[in-house]
């Protein structure tokens, strides 16, 4: 059981609001009854709950392989308040997992798959999380941790050799079902327990784990679900990784809480087999990010080759949508794309461009339950088309595990800021202004500078490094580093390409800088600290430039 709790009576918490009918729920439940149970009661279990290549899986068979896993967890001392670490590609024993997780009581910690061991051991160590269930293709950084944490007692492993598995002393998954009964009664906790935590992308440094209490992905279906219309003969699809709130929401949370169908793509996302499973599997609301747009608007011969007529709408998420991008998508593919707004922070979405007519450039509307207000400095609200932080109010806000300095700076008079500025016009629409961080955004990650510059700093020529994002067609943004070689380091001596394999094995592939340059200073504040706002400038004088 960890040691932490959520407690909004502490210093600098969101106010938390569930404001409409729909959100009133009971003081005792469980997510996985919502998700899982209450559909097999009604009589649903034969309908499919996952498709996956080939595969159908009801729910009835969600649910049976649900509660043998739960039983499995509750037999290793697995249980109420125990959170346990999940790293999977999209495949169903992701779902299987994380309804176990929620029906036992307990904290789910999903973790992205490009993760590197002392990232999993940070997260590990920070969540105290008490198992890690992995596959076996995504053990090895895993492995690599292994004397380094402080609270594991367990790591789970499905696929690969169970012989070579079990000598390593790992624990099978398929095994420790097989034998279990098929009853499991949901476990009921308090609304406002921990059940979740999300991970970012290590926007200032190490991640920050955002901390949600047992209630909020029930209210993130209900309010997402109130703005988006869904039905329950839907079929949801899409490429965001389950380890992504975008993701797990879209792809596991809100289709099982509207009894709906799950399409998961089999192997890769690329633009040609996210197509194809529209067509094969019948998808009418596909999600992705808009780097995956605008692969697909790029790769000849797609256009026409699947039929996408099951789609009624395309949702994009995790990164800008550029304006260029919703035009062309709309002229080439005759659908408008679906632009949301959301966050690990705040689980999920609560803007979007969900209500017509859309205003080209807008982010949209707030969804129902959610305020979404500018604050100037002093906490005051911006008057109308007046510039201010992005402040929200909600069934969700942001709690950050273990960070009360970095909780301080997120939340002002109940609010939780979302890192933005912007601005409300008169038809309640928000614009973007800028935002108030360096953060990089490249595909559906968010990218630490410092984390890079860290990386880059240890390579035996580099003296110093400072990283920004600059603009790309199909990624939004990619990382630019500017070095400072060592005294004595020759320019003719670096070798980018043995710069960059120097950071792979300390980074994510998505944080290793695709373009490099060597530069004779770094400008900084009279502290010392780099000013990457001043380097944007430099690279976006070059880019104007060469555009002229």
Known sequence: M?????????????????SLPELQFPDKLNVA?????????????????????????????????TNRLGNAFKQLGIGYKDAVIVRTANVPQFHEIALAVHKIGGILVPSMMLLKESTITFCANLAEAKAIVTSADLLDEVEKGRDKYETVEHIIVFGGDPTALKAKGYICYEE?????????????VDKMD????GFTSGTTGEPKGCLHPQVAPLAIAVTTDLALQYQENDVFGGTPPLAFIYGYCHLFLIPLYKGAVISLIKGRATPESSLQTIEKHKITYFHAVPTMYNMILREKGLKGKYDLSSVRVFLSSGAPLLQATFDEWKKEYGYKLINIIGSHETFGSYIGTWQQPIKPGSIGNPYPGYEVVMLDDDGNLCSTNIPGRVGVKGPTGIIYLKRPQ?????????????????????????????????????????????????????????HEAGVIGVPHELEGQRVKAFIVMKSGVRQEEVDFEEIRNFCLQKLAPYMVPKEIEITVELPKTETGKIKRGELRKIEDKRRTKSVS
């Open 2 to 18: 960890v040691s932490y709790s959520v407690d909004l009576n502490k210093p600098n918490m969101p106010e938390l609001r569930f």
């Open 406 to 462: 970095k909780q301080a700076e997120a939340i002002l008079n109940g609010y939780s800021l979302s890192g933005d500025v912007g601005y409300v016009d008169e038809d309640n629409c928000i614009w973007l202004v800028s935002r108030s961080d360096d953060v990089i955004k490249s595909r559906a990650y968010r990218i630490s500078p410092e984390s890079v510059e860290n990386a880059l700093i240890e390579h035996p020529q580099i």
């Open 33 to 65: 009854e919502y998700l899982l149970d209450r559909h097999i009661r009604a009589g649903k279990g034969d309908r499919v709950a996952i498709l996956y290549g080939e595969e159908k899986i009801t729910y009835g068979e969600l649910y049976t392989r």
């Open 176 to 188: 420790i079902i097989d034998n279990q009964s098929s009853v499991l009664d949901p476990f009921l």
């Open 194 to 197: 921990p059940g979740y935590i």
